[in-house]
């Protein structure tokens, strides 16, 4: 699958309060998915997004630290984007 469209870039962001950093990434502007695994989340976003904007949102939650570092699609980010599929296909076909 296309785990990686044109235009976007996978981001790995280790942080403290991982589940509350997850709310706040689905609000931001250009965020494609964003995953969590274990004590970090897997972002795809738009390639316009910079590190500071996520910074910002993230500070806006509480999260004052984070750890943000570019990298390639992991096995489970394949899973989660076949899963994702799937159900929008079974969606569409009810």
Same mark, same amino acid.
């Given at each position: 699958p296309d785990v990686n469209p044109p235009g976007t870039r996978r981001l790995d962001v280790t942080c403290d309060h *991982?589940?509350?950093?997850l709310r706040a990434? +689905?609000?931001?502007r250009g965020m494609r998915s964003a995953t969590v695994f274990g004590q %970090?989340? +897997? !972002? !795809? *976003? @738009?390639? %316009? #997004? /910079?590190?500071?904007q996520i910074d910002d949102q993230l500070r806006k939650v509480g999260v004052d630290h984070s750890e943000i570092r570019e990298i390639g699609p992991s096995l489970e @980010? *394949?899973? #989660?984007? !076949? %899963?994702? /599929? +799937?159900?929008?296909? =079974? =969606? /569409?076909a009810a």
């Open positions: *991982v589940t509350t950093a990434m +689905h609000e931001m %970090s989340m +897997h !972002l !795809l *976003v @738009d390639e %316009s #997004v /910079k590190r500071a @980010d *394949v899973f #989660v984007e !076949l %899963s994702a /599929k +799937h159900a929008a296909e =079974q =969606q /569409k």
